[in-house]
T-cell receptor, first 112, second 116 residues
Framework: SQTIHQWPATLVQPVGSPLSLECTVE??????LYWYRQAAGRGLQLLFY??????ISSEVPQNLSASRPQDRQFILSSKKLLLSDSGFYLC???????????FGPGTRLTVT | AQKVTQAQTEISVVEKEDVTLDCVYE???????LFWYKQPPSGELVFLIR??????QNEISGRYSWNFQKSTSSFNFTITASQVVDSAVYFC?????????????FGSGTRLQVQP
C-alpha cells in the first residue's frame, strides 16, 4: 500500500531563516506531487505541483520554491522566511489515472 | 477558473442528529471530479469520496451519503445519526479534467462540532 511521509511534524523558525520541508511517497511510482498551505482557520491553497522529476509548476508567486530531486521526493524550501509563511503545510500525491489526492500528516510551521 | 463555495463556516449539532454540509461549485469544464475530505483535529486530510461529472447517482456509505445535482452545481454531504467522532472540518473540492490541470480547488471548509 502507498504511504506518504512528511517531516518535520512541527517547526519554529525565526524570520529570515531558511526552510526545508521534505515529503516522500512509498508504494507507487511516478506520482503527481503537491504542496498546499493552510493558514489558521482557512482553506487549502495550492503552492506547487509536480508531474515528474524536475518538473515544478508554481501556483502562487512568493518566496517559496519546490524541487523534486527524485521520483518520490518533493521538497519545499525558502531562503528567508517571512511571518506570513506561518501555517500548516501539507504534501499530497495522486496517481496518473486517478484524481483523488492523498495527503501526508502535515508540517506545522511557526515563523517568529 | 474553478471555484468551490462552502457557505456554512461552522455547524454545531447534538449527537444522533442528522446534518447536511453544503457545497456549490463553478466550472466551465464539462468533465470534472468532485471530492469530499475530512480533516480531524490531527490535521491530516482524509479522502472520503470522489464523484465524476457524468455520474449523478447518489451514494451512501454507512452513515454518510452524498447528493450530486448538476442542475444546481451542488454536491452536498449528509451525515446521519451524527457521532462525536464526526467532529472535524470537512472540505469539498473540484478537479477539472478538460484543462488537464490535476490540482484540486478546495472550498474554505465547514467545521462540524458534534456535542455529546
Amino acid at each position: 500500500s502507498q504511504t506518504i511521509h512528511q517531516w518535520p511534524a512541527t517547526l519554529v523558525q525565526p524570520v529570515g531563516s531558511p526552510l526545508s520541508l521534505e515529503c516522500t511517497v512509498e508504494g507507487t511510482s511516478n506520482p503527481n506531487l503537491y504542496w498546499y498551505r493552510q493558514a489558521a482557520g482557512r482553506g487549502l491553497q495550492l503552492l506547487f505541483y509536480s508531474v515528474g522529476i524536475g518538473q515544478i509548476s508554481s501556483e502562487v508567486p512568493q518566496n517559496l520554491s519546490a524541487s523534486r530531486p527524485q521520483d518520490r521526493q518533493f521538497i519545499l524550501s525558502s531562503k528567508k522566511l517571512l511571518l506570513s509563511d506561518s501555517g500548516f503545510y501539507l504534501c499530497a500525491w495522486s496517481s496518473g489515472s486517478v484524481r483523488e489526492q492523498y495527503f501526508g500528516p502535515g508540517t506545522r510551521l511557526t515563523v517568529t | 477558473a474553478q471555484k468551490v463555495t462552502q457557505a456554512q463556516t461552522e455547524i454545531s449539532v447534538v449527537e444522533k442528529e442528522d446534518v447536511t454540509l453544503d457545497c456549490v461549485y463553478e466550472t466551465r469544464d464539462t468533465t470534472y471530479y468532485l471530492f469530499w475530505y475530512k480533516q480531524p483535529p490531527s490535521g491530516e486530510l482524509v479522502f472520503l469520496i470522489r464523484r465524476n461529472s457524468f455520474d449523478e447517482q447518489n451514494e451512501i456509505s454507512g452513515r454518510y451519503s452524498w447528493n450530486f445535482q448538476k442542475s444546481t452545481s451542488s454536491f452536498n454531504f449528509t451525515i446521519t445519526a451524527s457521532q462525536v467522532v464526526d467532529s472535524a472540518v470537512y472540505f469539498c473540492a473540484l478537479s477539472a479534467v478538460d484543462t488537464g490541470r490535476r490540482a484540486l480547488t478546495f472550498g474554505s471548509g465547514t467545521r462540524l462540532q458534534v456535542q455529546p
